[in-house]
Structures are given as C-alpha cells and as structure tokens.
C-alpha cells in the first residue's frame, strides 16, 4: 500500500486515471500538490437556481429540468446540431450543442432530468442557451457541479474541465488535510490571514464570493511574502559586508580626501596630485563641468547616491529614469566622485555604440580635469584592447567604459571602486554580479534603467536595491508628438519627412524588425536605405547603421549623423537604447506592430531629448487587436510609467523586458497588475521579520525558509547565506 503524500502522482486521485494524468504531466500538474496549487481562472456562480419564466437574456444562468424532446439536425457542410427541449414547469428553454452529436445519446441516458448552466439567449420561439454545461440530475457528481458557485479552471488540449474539477475536487477530499501551514501563527494573526488548508478548500470550493477572497488574499500574501523575504534577506546580508567608505565630505568641501583606503602598493597618486585634485568643491566642479544647470530631480538622486558612497557598506542603487530623463549626467557625477576620491570607476553599457558614446561624452566631459578615460569593447582592434587592459590593469585609466567585455576573466582592474550598470534590462543578474566582483572588495554598485516598470515590478525584480527615482524631465523639452500611419501613407510620411529635413531637422529610420538574426536586420537596414536614398530622400545625406558594421564604422556613422553631416539615419534597432543626438527630432519607425511597448518607448526616446518640436511617426497595419492597442497607447502617451503599465497589462508580467529570463514574476496566485497592495504588505512584513531575525534562524521559520530557498533560486538570486 501506498502513503498517500502531497507528492502522490496525479493519476493516482479518484476520477483522473493514466490518460488525462499524462496531458495533466505536460500541463506542470504532476503531483496532487500541483492540483492543490492549480488556481481556478474562474467562477461560476450557479448558487441559485432560477425558474426558466424568469430567464433573462445575456445573463448566465443555471437551470434544472426535465427534457421533453432531443432533435439532430444535420447542418450544410456536414455539420450537426444536437438541441433539446427543457421544462421545469414554469416555462421551457432550449438547449443547443453545435456540432457534437455524441451529445444526443447521452441525453437520451441521462433520465431526464437535468442541470445546465450558460448564457441565455433569444431564440427563435424560446430562450436558448448554446452548448451549455449539462450534468445528469441523477449523477451523484451533478450536485458538486449545480447550485453553488463552481470553479473553472484553467485548460490545455486534450484536458476537460470534468476531468480538472474531479482532479481538484479529489485531491482536496483526499489530501488537503495533510497541508501544513508554513507561516508562523504570529505573521497569520498580525495580518489577519486565514489558514491555508481552509484557504485551499475555499479556494476550489467556495462557500462563497467573500470566503474565496479571503482565501485568495491568504494566498497571495504567501506567494509575495516568500520572494520578498529572499530580497529582504539579501538586502541584509550586503549591508553587513564592509564596502569602501568614500570620503564625500571632504570632497564636498575641497579638502584633501586623503589616500585611497588599503591600496596595493604602487599608488598612482602622489601628494601634489592628490592636492591638485582636491581643491575644487565637488558641487562647484561639477557646476563647472555640465553644460547645463542639473534639474532638482538629478541633484536628490546624486545626493541619494553621495550617502551611500559615504556609508561604510556597499551601495547597491537603483536609478530609474524615463528616458531623456538625465541619467548619463547622473552618472557622470557618481564615476568623478569616485575617481577623485583616488578609485577607478566603470560604466558598462548593453551595446557597443551606446559605450561609445558614453565613452566620448565622458571623455570630453572628465578629461579637462585630468580623469583619464579608457574603453573596452568586444570588437576592438587586438592592439587598442590590449592597450586599453593595461591601463586598467595599472591603474593608469581610471574610467572605464565598456560592454560586457569588462566583465571577461583577463580584464583586471587595480582598484575599481564603483561600478555602474546601464541600461540594466539588458544584462542579466549574474553579469551585474561578475562586474562587481572585479571590485577592489566590496565595490559599490549602481544600476541604471530607461525601461521603466511598474512598481508592483520594481519590487521584484531589483527589490534587492535601494531606489532612486529620477521623476522630472530636463526644462524646455517638448512632448514628442506621435503619430500613426497606415504602409499605404508610406510615402506621404517620407515626403513630409523630406520637408522636415530641409527645414533642418535630422530624422532616424528604423527599419524592420524582420528576424532575430543581425545579419538579416542589416540586410533589411540596407535595403531601406538603398530605397530611401534613391527615393523620397534623393540628394539628401543618409546614413547608414546596423550591428554587421565594423566598430569604426558604426562609430564614423554615428559621429556624422551627430555632427549633422547626415540628414537622415537608416538603423536597425542597434540605436534603441541610450543614442543621444539632441538635433535628430523625427523618428520614423517602419512595421511598428513588430515592436513591443516597451521597445517602441526607447526607440520614441531618441527624439524630443532638444528643446525643439519632435515627432515620431510610427508606421503599421495593425489589424490585431494587440498591435492596434500599442499604437493606440503610444500616440495617447509620452508617459514611460503609462506605457509600462499598459505593457504589462497587454503582455503579462512574465514577458516584461529584462524580467523572462529570470522568472522573477511568475507567481502562483498573486497578481502584480491588481496584487499591488498585497505586494506592499508582503514587502513589508518581509522587512520586519528579516530585521529581527536576519537569517530567519528560529524554528518557526524553518518551512517558511525552505519555501525561500525555492523563491530564490528561481528568481536568479544569489545570496551568502
Ligand atoms: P537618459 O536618461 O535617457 O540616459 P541622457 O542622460 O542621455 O538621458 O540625457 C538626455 C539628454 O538630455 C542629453 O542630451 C543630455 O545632455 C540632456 N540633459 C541631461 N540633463 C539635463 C539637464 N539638467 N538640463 C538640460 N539638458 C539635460
Ligand atoms: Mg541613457
């Protein structure tokens, strides 16, 4: 004999049996603990039971009945529709079933007497529901199914919702009672949440609606509450290691910052040029470097990031910006704060062109006041890299920007003090962990990111940060004004495209997102430019730039279009993040159904970053109700916070950029669109619970912990622990 166990396979519950238990295996439903865990999609109502003279039409309803005649009918093209007629004395209903004539002689079994449940309709003489649910009265099942309200659940091919609710119902029935309840008694009385076996059964048998959303709200605060506390555990463990504590104050206020901490001998920095540093307040410098006054917003982050830099632990920030919000200046100031303080400081960026261009900016920014610049990216000539990796390895670049070649084993740094990630979305956790232990100890680390999500998102996915927000755009900017143009206006668009140019104005074009393959998007690049050169844009200068070029080239491509030595610039998708060229105020981006929300958002934001009128002009037939609802939310909106919560809303929180691969919003029950409370509560309840007990060591968290663990390793976290 068999112990039963939550881990009982599926076949093995009453009513499942070998074949449906091997479409449930394809489904993830493996064990009677999957079944539990399998949330209904759905609820049907069918706690009352209507007379048929009161039916009204489009309600949904359940009626019970006795059939007083089955027909088929054969239908054109070989069709059949089974339809029976049902009288439960007050009035009569017709019941009709397209197409599955096995139907008639299960009716004809049934002994008459039945419950259906769907919605009514008019019918020709009589109200009609069309391919009801329908059980026999006399089926001892059919009062699990009628007169109460009754889960459906969510399907695959080849599995039926019988077959499902029998699972559930029978697991329930059979082993609910051998759940254990994780959650300290203390966590569940202080919020209030019921207990989880009640929560099961309610949740596949509801008493009814205010006893499902109980149990439901029970749930969801289990399934936030773990991952939490993995983040909350993390964010405690790197506040107790030992992070470099950068004198900011001294700097602040032009004093001499003193020697590096603990440096390997050989430091670079004599007396005379530490003294030459310092003299400058940190504020005044920078006032002096920018070209611009820094908006209210950059300063509050900047200092967010300066009280962190002083602390003795490590920072592990997250700047959240929309783009052309003024993230690179940001920067700019955490990297020189770095460097003055007698540290190295790197900027990786997801691409080589946006390293490139971080790489001029700050090299015309930094140099004046001696910080020396180096970059380092994939396809560098062998003699230029080699170069480049000596002066990190010596100290002697104190800057290094580059892609996520910074992170290869034969790059050393001496004394690399602060790290900053942009563009975050596009680099997994472990890259951002790889950089950070090139770190002399413990270095401190900032994340930056254009995309931005929705909070709910922002706490799961970089919960283990501290965030900062930068909430205000530079003055002066105008709001981009979008367009959308169906391919039969295509060339209205590149006419009026032209005249846009010869007022003066520099265009991107974006070419088709035709494959994932880079070599057939620089075909697709080229084609479009060979077609808009020879065309509508004949006699004008168009550049050309897809990721199949040659880093000098796309470098040379990308200088000429910013020193307006180009009109217009044919790109492939290589300029959606960070590009910045102020002049370039028209974006035309062609088939931009094949775009995502997020993706569209970026490429948007390489126009409107001047003080003139910009324009986007996204090209598309989007027949798709999916398609059209992105073009709708672009034109209505430049708002990146908008735009994210439509995405999410539209593709679900598993597709969001940067969040696939790491599976950190795939949660059982609880829903990050509608779950946004709950998620806070969870979060910090988490807090609280890790600051008593940092590593959750007494007894009463020992379930709770192994439920972690789980969290955490399929959320990518990586924790001392
Ligand atoms: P993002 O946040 O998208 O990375 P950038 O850092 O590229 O934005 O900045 C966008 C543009 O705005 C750049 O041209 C930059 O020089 C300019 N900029 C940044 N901060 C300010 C400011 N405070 N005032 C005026 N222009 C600014
Ligand atoms: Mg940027």
Redesign the pocket.
Known sequence: MYEPSLSTEVQFLKGVGPKPAAVMNKAGLVTVEDVLYRLPRRYEDRSSIPLISTLRVGHFATIRGRIRRIDSKPLRGGQVIVRAIVNDGSGSIVLTWFNQPWTKAQLEKSGGDIFAYGQVKDGTSSHEIASPEWEAASDEEAAEWFGKIVPVYPLVEGLSQKTMRRAARSAVAGYLRLVVDPLPKSVREQQGLADLQWAIRQIHQPDDEASRLEARRRLVFEDFFYMQLALAMKRAATQHEIGIPFPVQALLKGQDPGPPLDLPPGTLFTKEERAARAQEPLWDQIHRL??????GA?KRVIQEIWKDMESPHPMNRLVQ???????????ACALLTAVRSGYQASLMAPTEILAEQHYT?LKALLEPVGVRVAMLIGKQGSRERKQASQAVEMGTAEVVVGTHALVQESVKFRRLGLVIV??QHRFGVLQRKALRDKGFGNPDVLV?T?TPIPRTLTMTVYGDLDLSV?DEL????KPVKTHWKRSSERMQVYQSVRGLIEEGKQAYFVCPMVSESEKMMAQAAEDLHYRLSNGPLQGLRVGLLHGQMKPREKEEAMLAFRNHQFDALVSTTVIEV?V???NASVMVIEDANRFGLSQLHQLR?RVG??SQQSYCILIADAKMGDARARMDVMVATNDGFRIAEEDLRLRGPGLMAGTAQSGHADFKVGDLLTDGKMLEVARQVAIEVVQKDPKLSGPEWKRVLENVRKARSEAGIITVS
């Open positions: 920018l070209p611009f006054a820094l908006t950059q910006g929309d783009v052309g919000s003024g993230k690179t200046a940001v920067a900016n942009d563009e930056m254009a930068i530079p003055p002066g900017r960070g910045d060229v102020p934001g970053r001047g």
